[in-house]
């Protein structure tokens, strides 16, 4: 069955960092674009960062500079690098896989609060 699980959210200070992960399993990580998305509460969901098979990657205006979406394939994980978070970062984040002709799968998603 294919999985996507979340985790290292929780709680932190503005100006902090947090490393979320994601950990793949049950299809071919490698042939997959990654992707993190976020949705806080009363707010559309938004595309954070994305990865291509390739390594390239995308962020949005709002984390550019402060975020880094990272692959290893050998592991089957991707990351986000959290960084000078800001409390508008609060929100539910969730992991992507997809392949746009194919599949496409989602995590149930890690909490992340930026409060002082």
């Known amino acids: 069955q294919v999985q996507l699980v979340e985790s290292g959210g929780g709680l932190v200070q503005p100006g902090g960092s947090l490393r979320l992960s994601c950990a793949a399993s049950?299809?071919?990580?490698?042939?997959?674009?990654m992707s993190w998305y976020r949705q806080a509460p009363g707010k559309e969901r938004e595309l954070v960062a994305g990865?291509?098979?390739?390594?390239?990657?995308n962020y949005a205006d709002s984390v550019k500079g402060r975020f880094t979406i990272s692959r290893d394939n050998d592991k089957n994980t991707v990351y986000l690098q959290m960084n000078s978070l800001k409390p508008e970062d609060t929100a539910v984040y969730y992991c992507?896989?997809?392949?746009?002709?194919?599949?496409?799968?989602w995590g149930q998603g890690t909490q992340v609060t930026v409060s002082s």
């Open positions: 992507r896989a997809n392949r746009p002709t194919s599949y496409d799968y």
């Open positions: 049950g299809f071919t990580f490698s042939r997959y674009a």
């Open positions: 990865i291509t098979r390739a390594g390239s990657t």
